[in-house]
């Protein structure tokens, strides 16, 4: 009887461990790394003075035989900042890079943020979809600037 108790004690000890797979999200060290990599846009839009240049609310998209595609490409510049850049495709023309910048990258639990030189946060990560907004002026007119897209 008392083998019966020790081997249920036993028991019941192991069983009440949390195991690794239980514990909560972890932040990587390294948020950089997290989000970098190419997301595949799913949409995108391009405002100057508050009137469209160009808007895909969905992409890729073809028109009149002409695909027009975009990506957003990722790359860590640093522990805690990444580089962005945007290249545009549309057949039968010269793919278009647009550069936009370094960022801070900031964790939060499983989502990570974009931020800018001021602070502000231009963007947020939820599960590999990245959803981008920002503005500013360029020549003296204001450029507003949306997309989002999948990893």
């Known amino acids: 009887m008392k083998k019966v108790l020790i081997f249920l004690f036993a028991l019941v000890t192991l069983a009440a461990c949390k195991k690794d ?4 999200e972890v ?3 390294d948020p950089a790394s997290a989000v970098a990599g190419t997301y595949k846009l799913s949409s995108f839009a391009y405002e ?3 009137e469209s240049v160009v808007t895909y609310k969905t992409l890729p998209v073809t028109q009149k035989g002409v695909t ?3 990506s957003a490409d990722m790359q860590k510049t640093s522990d805690g900042a990444v580089s962005l850049v945007l290249l545009l495709k549309a057949t039968g023309e ?3 890079e647009l550069d936009l910048g370094e960022y ?3 964790a939060n639990g499983a989502n ?3 931020y800018s030189d001021g602070g502000s946060q231009i963007a947020e990560i939820t599960a590999g979809k990245l959803v981008f907004e920002a503005s500013g002026t360029s020549d003296g007119d204001k450029v507003e600037i949306r997309f ?4």
Do not use: F, I
């Open 112 to 114: 990570y943020g974009l």
């Open 48 to 50: 100057v003075n508050g």
């Open 94 to 96: 010269d793919d278009r």
């Open 104 to 106: 801070e990258v900031k």
């Open 27 to 29: 932040s990587p060290k």
């Open 148 to 151: 989002a897209g999948k990893k």
């Open 21 to 24: 797979s239980e514990k909560g």
């Open 68 to 70: 027009v595609s975009a």
